[in-house]
């Protein structure tokens, strides 16, 4: 059975920073790129950051900068530390990882950034 176990999240003020991490089993980490989508309510979920099997990252515009994905194969774990957070980041985070065809998402955690 494949999971995506995420944590992290929660309450931060703006300017604030947090870490979120997506713990897999039941696949083979290492081959599978990794990353991590946001969704507001009553918006589309966009692509935050990616990283390849072999490493290569990408962020959106908006998070260049400030938000920074890892990935520990060891750990079967990916990481994003966001940091200088936004109003306009508040959203649930969700990690995924794919490989061909295949496609495991984590069940999401809330970022709230608020004052």
């Known amino acids: 059975q494949v999971q995506l176990v995420q944590s992290g999240g929660g309450l931060v003020q703006p300017g604030g920073s947090l870490r979120l991490s997506c713990a897999a089993s039941?696949?083979?980490?290492?081959?599978?790129?990794a990353g991590w989508y946001r969704q507001v309510p009553g918006k589309q979920r966009e692509l935050v950051a990616v990283?390849?099997?072999?490493?290569?990252?990408n962020q959106r515009d908006s998070v260049k900068g400030r938000f920074t994905i890892s990935r520990d194969n060891a750990e079967k774990t990916v990481y994003l530390q966001l940091n200088n957070l936004q109003f306009e980041d508040t959203a649930v985070y969700y990690c995924?990882?794919?490989?061909?065809?295949?496609?495991?998402w984590g069940k999401g955690t809330l970022v709230t950034v608020s004052s």
């Open positions: 995924y990882a794919a490989m061909g065809g295949l496609n495991y």
């Open positions: 039941g696949i083979i980490f290492s081959m599978y790129d």
């Open positions: 990283i390849t099997s072999g490493g290569v990252t």
